[in-house]
């Protein structure tokens, strides 16, 4: 395939996505269409991780402290401004902050991935542990009761732009949820097939390399991991406008569990392969929620165990060698040799 | 006078707690460079095998003492023997892993003992200081916090099976050389810090809520104590455990208990940030 028809192809894939995301709501009961919202809200989460994991080689065992912030910042400014349109501002912006703060103290600290791994995980702890102290008259952010343990119930949801008067039906909601997954998958893939994007994967493959050719791997890292601090705050303020409700839980860690789980099982290395993920195993957990024989985290904790041990590469790459297999086989055309690894090359021929 | 007294008895134990929390940790990491994110639930099962124990019958210093190390003892060899060691090495997949596996157990246990179980209660009764009270259960843990320092120490550094295992986390391929098989003495190491892990849980299950999701609490403590002790795994931990021990006891008494731990945090992470290596990495170098 030369480079014109992959891109024809890619771009006959969206325009067949926009027309499935517009078919939805008339095909669908509401019920359905508001679980495929929170899915949507879901996978753009799986795509902040999928970028600074498989992209960045950053990976945070605390993505949902930002997912987290971005839904208390829209629930805050929300029942402050009467408005959605400032508080989704805000729900990107606080994440993307608090992601420049705590990335500035790690990546120019060259803390080490397990070291990093920890301070996301402590992090997430510690905005778990304080949004649940919150309860009580005295903690509000202006007219925002925080509510402690219990969450903040009856967030205004998405409305109009700028104008509150006219706030969106749950079918509007799916489609400007669906529209951000979207859109922030299309962001991402510019962004990686730009020069930024080349650099990203240039520090992730190997730093020293990459700062001896003049970059800044601390920095191009504190930008990743903005992005996806950013991309998160989106998924919290998609997350609120599906609930219009936010809790603690939001921070919890079985939901960073649940991300890690999604990109590793979707495919690290892809965008599409987290968003399947997140679908795939949001629909498990709402399926198993709904019975009482196994144990949620039980199956959760089953399949990263299963995945991490035996299909590493998870599901997308899995069934792209699969698919290249089966095209070769169905040309009888013998299979591209693959490079010469270094272990194929007999000892000591350095 | 007396609140000084019982702050400072709260510091003690405090950091006798956290120590005995994070020591079976400090030797599975800093010897065998394995983060085992299961580490949470290594002290809750320990902490149910206590509570299932006692509550059949049996006394509960030999629930504590003998049954919990045991039990987690023989589950971490289990565990290392289907799982980690196929994990040695892969930094990121034996932290994957070892999160998949917290979920696993805290699922099984979930399962079989529900959301709730009975607590046992605080042995050996309580003393007076002044208008302050505190219990002679906290004075015991210190009490054990110093065994098991001293048992590390005597194992690790005049016993053949510490300096076998030493030597072979140094250098695997020449202790191999010399005869020792390295999967064994690996296999013995991480069950014997998973048997600390175990000790931990049956001392701290009279004075806490048991649930099956109670090891989210304190794997994030026992990992920045053990971070931020770096590598030497008794006066790295020993040090670290006594800093954020002491400021987590007193920023809690001049706070709220939330607010200390979040002063904790902080305090690690800075720490992180200007040492890298851990305290140890910069002032007890190369040694225990």
Known sequence: MTKNTA???????????????????????????????????????????????????????????????????????????????????????????????????????????????????????????????????????????????????????????????????????????????????????????????????????????????????????????????????????????????????????????????????????????????????????????????????LVLGAVLLFFVLLLRRGLVPSLQLVVVELWHRARRAPRPKAEPSAAATPAGSK | MDIYLILGLNVLNGVASLFLLCVGLAIIFGMMKIVNLAHGEFIMLGAYATVVATNAGVNIWISMLVISPLFVGLVGLVIERFLIRYLYGRLVDSMLATWGLSLLITGIVTTIFGNTIKGVQTPLGGFQVGGYSSSYYNLFIFAMALVVIAIVLVVMRYTRLGLIARATMQNPGMSAALGINPDRVYMLTFAAGAALTGLAGGLIAPVSGITPGMGAAYVAKAFITVVGGGTAILSGSLAASSLFGSIDQIGSYLTTPVYGQVIVFTTAIILIRLLPQGISGRFFKGQL
């Open chain 1, 7 to 297: 891109l024809l192809a890619q771009l006959a894939a969206l325009v067949v996505v926009i027309v499935l995301i517009a078919l939805v709501p008339g095909y669908f009961e509401i019920f359905t269409v508001m679980q495929l919202t929170l899915f949507a809200s879901m996978a753009v989460l799986a795509l902040s991780l999928a970028f600074i994991w498989g992209f960045g080689g950053i990976l945070s065992f605390g993505q949902t402290a930002f997912f987290g912030l971005g839904a208390y910042a829209y629930a805050v400014a929300a029942i402050n401004f009467q408005d959605s349109t400032p508080a989704i501002a805000c729900a990107i912006l606080v994440p993307a902050l608090f992601a420049v703060a705590l990335g500035y103290f790690t990546f120019y600290g060259r803390i080490s991935d397990v070291y990093f791994g920890v301070i996301t995980l402590t992090v997430t702890l510690i905005l778990f542990n304080v949004a649940n102290s919150t309860s009580g008259q005295e903690y509000h952010i202006g007219d925002a009761q925080l509510g402690g343990f219990n969450g903040m119930p009856a967030v205004p949801t998405f409305n109009a732009p700028f104008d509150p008067s006219t706030p969106l039906y749950p079918e509007q909601g799916w489609y400007v949820t669906a529209g951000a997954l979207v859109a922030v998958y299309i962001l991402l893939r510019v962004l990686l097939a730009g020069r930024f994007g080349r650099i990203v994967v240039a520090v992730k493959e190997n730093e020293t390399r990459a700062s001896l050719l003049g970059y800044d791997p601390r920095l191009i890292k504190l930008v990743a991991f903005t992005i996806g601090g950013a991309i998160a705050g989106l998924a919290g303020a998609l997350y609120v406008n599906w609930g219009a409700f936010i809790s603690p839980n939001a921070f919890s860690l079985s939901l960073s569990a649940e991300i890690i789980i999604w990109v590793t099982v979707g495919g690290l290395g892809t965008l599409i392969g987290p968003v399947i993920g997140a679908v795939l195993i949001e629909y498990i957990v709402s399926s198993i929620g709904s019975q009482q024989v196994v144990n949620a985290n």
